[in-house]
């Protein structure tokens, strides 16, 4: 009997045992991992786009949307 076919496994035999044995439960974890990371390199870009056009954008300019006293 091969010691590593034991119970243990390590860590990719985990993986497969709790993500990849089932069909459903892969495809479930593929989805939701595709829209996570989507949120996050969303936040990022925002953030990184932020941080390089600050004062450029319309809301950082303080005279326009305001109408002239008459």
């Not at 829209?35 to 300019?61: C, Q, S």
């Amino acid at each position: 009997m091969d010691a590593r076919r034991g119970r243990g496994g390590g860590v990719w035999e985990g993986l497969y045992r709790v993500l990849m044995r089932r069909n459903s439960v892969y495809v479930t974890f593929i989805v939701a991992g595709a829209f996570v990371g989507e949120r996050i390199v969303d936040y990022g870009v925002h953030k990184l786009w932020d941080y390089n056009n600050a004062g450029k954008k319309y809301e950082d300019i303080p005279v326009l949307g305001q109408r002239q006293s008459e």
